[in-house]
């Protein structure tokens, strides 16, 4: 009998694998053939302190020294390359960038303001009568998604962790104190589940007679265009409209853009839709001088969130020994060194790591207790 088991193996069960592996026997289970194969391999691969709630923003910050400086055996080459990001508004956007600015610099005083013409000359596609204001953050990142992604994986092996693919889960139940799984590839046992399932989470809660807490997923669709003719488009950073209508990105010689949809699905197999590639097409050639004549990919993948687009990470207040990493929304990448700590600390029943409740994180805000019960005051911080 195991510890730990953890079910999914994205970015989320990879991270939480690597670190609880430390401390105790774990097993991961994967439905998957490749553990990247659902959200994880799916994402625009950006790190930015500028996006997302302040939770999140507090978690991306936590997460940024591991990113930078990871453990020497985790990989030989860097997990983060310089990308920058615009966030450029039209007239009717104004007041929405002024208030951007003002969240963003309480956290990250680097982000100012950027003139017109200078996010001009950064990306000289901009239409000078589509951008109104823009501000810059000029310490967002390119993530390797898959270096961290397999670095974790790896990590976690080499600690003693058992990586088992092709193990769709299909039962959960109680074998006295320890939890029996039933999957595609035989029984486990262990004293823990980590329900790291991503947009299938509350569905492994429910096959556990644990309630689901409502997460949604939402699928979000990106494809890659070719870059414009004549353009050197390397080093551009990432263009980020203000109130989230799209976003593009040089990705390896080609634009990667997204018209940053949020549609609520069921878990699945995500696939982009004709309506959503081709709205994605008319805002960037709204903002853009860029005429598109083919898209070159696209494909989709599912953001999944609670009900307050903040992580879930603890205990479930109602079942004994079910413990949830779900909840990560778009933002599950660059918050997993982080959300992998925390959930060490609270498996073992301690308080978060100190650099963690410095940057105002609490285990309340965390918790799925906050969705129902009270949680234990002395995990509150
Ligand atoms: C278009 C797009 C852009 C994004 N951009 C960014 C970004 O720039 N930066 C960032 O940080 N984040 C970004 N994200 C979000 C990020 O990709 C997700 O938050 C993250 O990948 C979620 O990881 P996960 O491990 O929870 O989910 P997943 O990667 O989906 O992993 C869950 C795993 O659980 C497995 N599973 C489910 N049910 C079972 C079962 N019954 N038995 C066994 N296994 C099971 C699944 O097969 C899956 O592999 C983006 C997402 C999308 C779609």
Request: glycine share 10%; net charge negative; charged share 20%.
């Amino acid at each position: 009998m195991a510890d730990i088991l953890i079910i999914g193996g994205g970015i989320a069960g990879a991270s939480a694998a690597y670190e609880l592996a430390a401390s105790g026997s774990v097993i991961l289970l994967e439905r998957e053939s490749q553990c990247g194969y659902h959200s994880t391999g799916r994402s625009a691969a950006s790190f930015t302190e500028n996006y997302g709630g302040v939770v999140i923003r507090r978690l991306a910050l936590a997460s940024r020294a591991f990113l930078e400086s990871p453990p020497e055996a985790f990989c030989d080459f860097p997990l983060l390359s310089p990308r920058g990001m615009i966030t450029v508004a039209r007239a009717d956007q104004l007041e929405l960038l002024r208030a951007e600015l003002e969240l963003a610099r309480t956290l990250v005083p680097s982000i100012t303001t950027l003139d017109v013409e200078a996010a001009i000359a950064q990306v000289p596609v901009l239409r000078r009568d589509y951008l109104a204001g823009a501000i810059i953050e000029p310490h967002c990142m390119d993530l390797d998604v898959h270096g961290i992604h397999q670095g974790f994986l790896r990590g976690a092996k080499s600690r003693g962790a058992k990586l088992i693919m092709n193990a769709g889960v299909e039962t959960i139940d109680r074998v006295g104190d320890a939890w029996r799984v039933g999957t595609t590839a035989g029984n486990f046992f262990a004293r823990i589940i980590v329900n790291a399932a991503g947009a299938w989470a509350d569905r492994i809660a429910v096959q556990a007679g644990v309630r689901p807490l409502g997460l949604v997923p939402k699928r979000r669709t990106a494809f890659h265009v070719p870059a414009p003719p004549g353009q050197d488009i390397g080093a551009w950073p990432m263009v980020n409209d203000v109130a989230d209508e799209f976003y593009f990105k040089p990705d390896a010689g080609q634009l990667f853009v997204s018209p940053a949809d949020a549609t609520p699905v069921e878990p699945m197999d995500a696939y982009p839709e004709d309506l959503d590639v081709a709205v994605g097409v008319e805002r960037l050639e709204r903002a853009t001088t860029i005429q598109v004549g083919r898209v070159s990919r696209s494909w989709a993948g599912l953001r999944t969130f609670a009900p307050d687009a903040a992580p879930v990470v603890g205990f479930d207040s109602g079942v004994a020994g079910f413990f949830w990493l779900a909840g990560q929304g778009g933002y599950g990448i660059k918050t997993s060194p982080a959300l992998a700590r925390a959930c060490f600390s609270l498996i073992h029943e301690a308080a978060l790591p100190d650099d963690l409740l410095a940057l105002g994180i609490t285990a309340a805000e965390l918790s799925p207790g906050r969705f129902r019960d009270a949680i234990p005051l002395e995990l509150t911080s």
